[in-house]
């Protein structure tokens, strides 16, 4: 069997069928080449067509296709399709010209977007119809340079390349962080039942075939860090977490008997999770403080792991799906390195469709490292809050 799948473009969408558009920008043809690669990788063949994009999801609804992409989520395909895990994350952010009061104004706002695009069907959702629909985002960048539209919604990294091409400096706009989108794949219900595990094994392939991970920008980072950062490293030298870690690290442990504690961790979650080591774990006098700890932040932070000197877990603040964390960037990008905190990429939870950020710091016995303290944020709301 052969898929027909789409690929959303600012006006066009790459879909099902024999014939492959040439006239996809740089990235449909980045994501023409992240499809190719996980193809490979799943053994599935395919096929592009093209047609416009709402034709499209009207073609997926109608069992004619099997899917289509780049695509946002859309509660709406629910009931035909399933989205897949991200091929690509967009920042959006509100950008107007200081001149104009912004989002909030009680003015009456015109806004300006790319036809066809992901942000231009989102502005209709919300009865915000664009009053001005163009090709491409350096003509949108022009007309609110000139004034001919006081608002714009567009990707962060997008639009400060355009500023730059047509020497527009971007300081003179004002800019608001609205939401992270993740952009995959709608397959339909149909192609998926037919096809049993797929979707997982699809879903798996989208790490091996990314083109470059998701980092905050440098601003981001700074506000994250200026909200949490000196709140993570007093809680890092809790004499409490310490003791926990001295206690923990006495031992020496081989990689082979930390592999096997954490495939039993695992095991344990499936078969008897009230009865397993993470529930023991969590019900310690280190965890309890670190659960504490973040009910201060309500929402804000997602999950605290203390890890000891070979990245295991030595306190949890929720349970964790692995026991040992040592070949991963939050423990590894700061356990023994000069840095005083590590800010990891961004995360995309499927079933939650929260994204998360992991800032680590070290925790010391004097100037020794003993372990890593790392919390979870939720960066949405670190970002859209003051």
């Known amino acids: 069997m052969r898929f027909a799948l789409l690929l959303l473009c600012p006006q066009w969408v790459a879909a099902a069928g024999l014939v492959l558009g040439t006239h996809s920008p740089v990235d449909g043809n980045s994501s023409q080449q992240q499809i190719n690669c996980i193809m490979q990788q799943t053994r599935q063949p395919y096929t592009l067509q093209v047609m416009p994009w709402r034709r499209a999801r009207q073609e997926v609804k109608m069992d004619r296709i099997d899917g289509y ?228 932040y309500a929402e804000l932070v997602t999950e605290v792991i203390l890890m000891d000197q070979h990245g295991a877990n030595a306190a949890i603040s929720r349970v964790t799906t692995d026991y040992w964390q040592g070949d991963e960037m939050p423990f590894l990008g700061i356990f023994e390195q000069q840095a005083a905190y590590f800010i990891d990429v961004v995360e995309y939870d499927q079933s939650t469709r929260r994204f998360q950020v992991k800032l680590s710091v070290p925790v010391r016995d004097g100037q020794r490292h003993i372990g890593v303290l790392s919390v979870g944020i939720d960066v949405e709301r670190a970002l859209a809050t003051n």
């Open 69 to 296: 992409f780049t695509a946002m989520p859309n509660d709406d395909m629910n009931d035909f399709a399933q989205l897949s895990a991200p091929l690509f994350l967009e920042n959006w952010y509100w950008f107007w010209h200081q001149r104009h009061a912004g989002p909030d104004s009680k003015e009456p706002i015109r806004y300006g977007a790319i036809l066809g695009s992901h942000q231009a069907d989102w502005l209709a959702q919300h009865e915000h119809k664009p009053d001005v629909e163009v090709n491409d985002l350096a003509q949108l960048v022009q007309l609110l340079n000139i004034g001919r539209i006081d608002i714009l919604l567009a990707d962060l990294d997008d639009f400060n390349e355009v500023a730059r091409r047509l020497k527009i400096d971007s300081t003179e706009f004002h800019q608001r962080f609205f939401r992270y989108v993740p952009l995959g794949v709608y397959f339909a219900h149909k192609a998926l039942q037919q096809r049993p595990g797929f979707i997982a094994q699809f879903n798996a392939a989208t790490h091996l075939c990314a083109s470059a991970p998701f980092a905050l920008s440098t601003a981001e980072q700074q506000l994250i860090l200026s909200k949490l950062l000196a709140d993570v490293q007093q809680l890092a030298r809790l004499p409490l977490l310490r003791q926990r870690l001295q206690q923990q690290n006495q031992p020496e442990v081989d990689l082979s008997a930390m592999l096997l504690l954490d495939s039993q961790w695992q095991q344990q979650l499936l078969a008897s999770p009230d009865d397993s080591l993470a529930a023991k774990m969590l019900s310690s006098a280190a965890s309890e403080v670190l659960q504490q700890w973040q009910t201060q």
